[in-house]
């Protein structure tokens, strides 16, 4: 017998994620959180369409948009700049908004403590999570059978030894679930000091008006070498600030002058935060070990850029979620649990590699080669060729290609394009019913199998999940849509798992996504 199904070590945005995803299907979860309330500092704005969907089917998108902190007339897009934030050279940035149509909701921006309210008020709404506020997971022990988590009082001297089935780590970058757990981690540093800085300048927000509809900056200087000096705003008159800064410095210098001279002129502010972290990549050589799990920062971190840390984070808490549910409900195997780490680590790795770093030598490189004062023709046509096709964002689509419960070949990873077409691997599309309605609303709680064009789905398929106790819809639709095939089988994330011409071969792709077969399909693809 064990306290819990599932602990959770950190109530942060992942951590709060996870329960919600597995509280919703009926598992019993505890939080263990240190802070009865979020930390107030303004990192993981940028909260993609995915993370967005993702908090419409927890039930709070609603709140998470009343949470907003920017005015609408103020905007969330994003800028680029040369050398000065009020430079005359500036392009639009990670414009998210771009791929709004592949998704059923669109992209957010807000600071990630109001986001952690409305989680955290949407989890104790919750019959089946108990959250424990002002206490901490020192260590934890996997007894086989059971897990160990060792928790102590935040602030004071208790302890106590709890139990559950599994134990998830979301307690971020130093974790101690990750660190006890038997989880080793690699790091790739930088070598740079970092500084956040939180300030307020309604100087600022008047000068900001000159680019309409932006509420992040990224300022590109030669020296910097590629390395962002990056503005985001909090609300109205409030920023925050991060940039490299030389080793030693410390709270003592004077970040005013810094900021009046990325700026391009003084300007009155007033720093209310100074903190400092080192620029590093890191990831955990494995996001399982028995019953141990990590996800969020303490699977993954990485430089603040692009804003995909947080949105990675939830990823991780829909994936796993859904996949610990189905084992503890018992049509799902130990397989499906390995899958976790077989698809989210090599995405991550993508994200790491081809995004974030690889905007940090992209931009090096462009620095080093182009400068007005040398030409400054060369340098305008270069310039604003830059993101004529916004590739940061059209190509950033996490997939799950080639996973070990997906049909077909390929390699997991955070490359990718966007298409209405249903792709085995890839996030399903929206797309109209005959009726009017968004496929997403037929979606069920577990696997969905499309049936389009009034095609017949037969029997396969529903006769396999009642055999296995695999929870499936069947949906019959005489729309033809964009998806490209009669039968599309959806899984509970709302990934693709399969998609064909034969209702017959359902079935196979069903006990392959529930990791009960082996697959077979890859070598057919």
């Known amino acids: 017998m064990s306290d819990h199904d599932v602990i959770i070590a950190g109530g942060g945005p992942v951590g709060m994620g996870l329960a919600i995803e597995l509280g919703q299907r009926g598992i019993r979860v505890l939080v263990i959180e240190r802070y009865p309330d979020p930390q107030p500092i303004p990192k993981g704005q940028n909260l993609t369409q995915r993370t967005t969907e993702t908090l419409h089917f927890w039930g709070c998108e609603k709140d998470l948009r009343a949470a907003r902190s920017i005015p609408a007339d103020v905007g969330i897009g994003g800028l680029t700049v040369y050398k000065h934030l009020l430079s005359d050279y500036h392009y639009d940035w990670l414009n998210r908004a771009s791929v709004n149509d592949y998704y059923l909701t669109t992209n957010e921006r807000l600071p990630q403590y109001a986001t952690e309210a409305v989680l955290r008020a949407r989890a104790e709404k919750i019959d089946a999570i108990d959250i424990r506020y002002g206490w901490s997971v020192e260590r934890v022990a996997d007894k086989g059978d059971h897990v160990e988590v060792h928790t102590a009082e935040h602030r004071g001297e208790a302890r106590e030894v709890l139990t559950a089935k599994y134990v998830v780590g979301c307690d971020g970058s130093k974790s101690a679930v990750r660190e006890t757990g038997g989880i080793p981690q690699a790091r790739s540093d930088h070598d740079k000091l970092m500084v956040l800085l939180v300030f307020n300048s309604m100087e600022l927000h008047e000068l900001l008006n000159r680019y309409p509809g932006k509420a992040f900056y990224n300022v590109l200087h030669p020296e910097m070498e590629g390395y962002w000096r990056f503005f985001g705003r909090v609300d109205v008159g409030s920023f925050f600030f991060h940039a490299p800064v030389p080793a030693g410095t410390t709270e003592n210098d004077d970040f005013t002058a810094m900021l009046h001279e990325v700026v391009g002129q003084p300007f009155d502010l007033d720093i209310t935060y100074v903190g400092f972290w080192d620029l590093r990549v890191s990831i955990a050589e494995r996001y399982r070990a028995g ?125 990718g394009d966007h298409r209405f077409e249903a792709r085995a691997g890839h996030h399903l599309a929206p797309q109209t019913l005959s009726d009017g309605a968004n496929v997403f609303d037929r979606l069920g709680p577990g696997f969905t199998l499309l049936s389009l064009g009034g095609a017949d789905p037969g029997d396969a398929a529903s006769a396999a999940a009642a055999r296995a106790g695999i929870p499936l819809a069947v949906v019959r639709d005489t729309a033809k849509t964009a998806y490209g095939a009669p039968f599309v089988l959806v899984r509970p994330d709302h990934y693709v798992a399969w998609t064909g011409t034969r209702a017959a071969d359902a079935a196979e792709a069903l006990l392959l996504a529930a990791g009960h077969a082996p697959n077979e399909m890859r070598k057919r693809a």
């Open 291 to 415: 019953r141990v799990f990590v996800a969020g920062d303490a699977a993954h971190s990485h430089p603040p850029y692009g804003g995909y840390g947080i949105n990675t984070g939830f990823e991780d808490a829909r994936n796993l979620g859904w996949k610990l549910a189905a084992v503890l409900k018992g049509w799902g195997s130990d397989a499906l649990l390995d899958s976790y780490d077989a698809e989210r680590r090599p995405v991550f790795q993508s994200t790491a590699r081809d995004f974030i770093e690889h905007f940090i030598d992209d931009d090096n490189r462009f620095l080093q080669a182009h400068d007005p004062s040398r030409d400054k023709a060369a340098f305008e046509a270069a310039w604003y060729a830059r993101n004529v096709g916004a590739a940061e964002v059209a190509k950033f689509e996490p997939n799950y290609e080639g996973s070990p419960i997906v049909a077909g070949s390929g390699t997991p990873s955070a490359r």
